[in-house]
């Protein structure tokens, strides 16, 4: 069996949410409040073991203020 490899996308989903997440200054838990998802959701999306919804990349990229695209990776 071939180990599981992340997602490029979804790695450098997980880096951008995590950074744009820190430069708000918001905890997961904050973050997850203001996109009205639960901080678990959260937690996996930034460790790369979610794999989000458009409807929830809208939420997330809402809540930081960034533009969905920007949570996609540079």
Known sequence: MV???QSEVL??????LRLYREKKGFSQEE???KA?????YVS?????VRNPTLRSVEKLSLALG???????GP
């Open 3 to 5: 180990p599981h490899k």
């Open 11 to 16: 790695a450098a989903f997980a880096r951008q």
């Open 31 to 33: 973050l997850a409040e």
């Open 36 to 40: 009205g998802l639960d901080r678990t």
């Open 44 to 48: 996996g999306c930034e460790r790369g």
């Open 66 to 72: 960034v533009h969905p695209k920007d949570l996609l």
